[in-house]
């Protein structure tokens, strides 16, 4: 069995169960419980504090963990990352006062800089070769420079409206983040079978992310132009329609593409074009 510990609430808890969901493990439906059996893969989930997950991982006590990279990087245990999984987007940002003029990084020298990231702080700090001093607080780290805890402040920032609202200035990203599957490494032989299971399994999900299929009726002799303006996975499947001057076009686009080549074919005289989801893409 494998053991996969995720966030138990919070920003990564939504889409991470939902991505369980989409690979065909459904977790019984009661918020309250800390392990849950999956009821149709040989998986068991653990719900915890996202600071908690790459310890847990690290010790093995999880063979695998959901959690945003800025905690695996400011932890340091030792875990393998196995990929991306595309949510929890964020980065770790330096910010001021809205007002300071910031000539670049040896601003900071001798100031005192605010954050729940002290570990991966230093390292910038390091590699700027900057020595300012790091004062360490668990959370509501935007109001800092407001109350004169410090004069500049090291957070997550997404959109940057946090930010705006406490009148602070993003002036340095020192890391992009994300959700990463992450894993111990000590699994056994029986523990990768089951790994390289759900990686297939996440792989055919995050394949079809972003694709819709398309399909068209199309004048038999502007195919050619068509399949040109078309890029997809492979060759498009083209099929005849009962009228022979007619035919069916298929395939697979991406679709933030999609409006950009829609002109090009109605251009080429498609017609009745029908654009659907996909659910798994194999490839
Ligand atoms: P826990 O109770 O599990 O310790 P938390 O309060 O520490 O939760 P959340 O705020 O739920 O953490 O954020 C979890 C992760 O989501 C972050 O570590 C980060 O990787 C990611 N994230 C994405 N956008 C943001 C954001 N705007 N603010 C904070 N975290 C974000
Ligand atoms: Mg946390």
């Not at 369980?20 to 998986?43: C, D, H, M, Q, Y």
């Not at 653990?46 to 997950?53: T, W």
């Not at 040896?106 to 004062?135: C, D």
Request: include cysteine; proline fraction near 5%; hydrophobic fraction near 45%.
């Amino acid at each position: 069995m494998l053991r996969i510990a995720i966030q138990a609430k919070g920003r990564l808890h939504d889409d991470t169960v939902e991505l369980l969901k989409e690979i065909g493990i459904k977790l019984p439906s009661s918020k309250r419980t800390l392990v849950a059996k999956a009821k149709n893969f040989n998986v068991e989930v653990l719900f915890l504090r996202d600071d908690d997950i790459p310890q847990t991982v690290a010790d093995g006590v999880a063979d695998l963990g959901i959690v945003g990279l800025n905690e695996v990087e400011e932890k340091g245990f030792e875990v393998h990352r196995i990929m991306p999984l595309g949510f929890g987007g964020c980065r770790l940002s330096l910010a001021l006062p809205a007002a300071t003029d910031y000539p670049g990084p040896r601003w900071f020298n001798g100031r005192t800089i605010a954050t729940s990231y002290p570990g991966i702080l230093k390292g910038w700090m390091q590699a700027k070769g900057i020595e300012a001093k790091v004062h360490v607080i668990s959370g509501s780290v935007e109001i800092s420079p407001g109350i004169g805890l410090a004069d500049a402040i090291f957070d997550i920032v997404s959109s940057g409206s946090t930010l705006v609202s406490n009148n602070l200035r993003e002036v340095e990203v020192a890391m992009e983040s994300e959700a990463w599957l992450i894993s111990s490494g000590m699994l056994s032989k029986e523990k990768l079978a089951l790994l390289d299971e759900l990686l297939f399994r996440i792989r055919a999900v995050k394949s079809a992310e972003g694709k819709k299929y398309v399909l068209m009726n199309a004048p038999r002799h502007r195919v050619d132009d068509i399949c040109a303006a078309l890029p997809g996975i492979k060759s498009p499947t083209i099929m005849p329609l009962a009228d022979e001057g007619w035919c069916s076009i298929h395939t697979v686009l991406e679709e933030r593409r999609f409006w950009e080549i829609i002109g090009q074919l109605k251009a080429c005289g498609a017609q009745g074009i029908l654009v659907l989801p996909i659910e798994k893409m194999i490839i």
